[in-house]
């Protein structure tokens, strides 16, 4: 797993060819992992990586 920070002064170019999952995620309960479930089949079906965009802190 890599963790890509992201921020206004800091945008990285290498976001490229993902599917996204995004969201608050205050824990991993059965309903966060249904999303991150469904965001990884989507992107092994399109040949694609898949990625997580939360926040921090809380919005």
Not at 7 to 21: E, G, P
Not at 26 to 55: C, M, N, P, V, Y
Request: glycine share 6%.
């Amino acid at each position: 797993m890599d963790i890509i920070e992201i921020n206004s002064t800091h945008l990285q170019s290498t976001l490229h060819h993902y599917v996204a999952c995004i969201g608050y995620f205050d824990g991993l309960h059965k309903g966060h992992q249904a999303l991150l479930q469904k965001t990884r089949e989507i992107a092994h079906e399109s040949g694609l990586k898949s990625a997580l965009i939360t926040f921090d802190p809380d919005p």
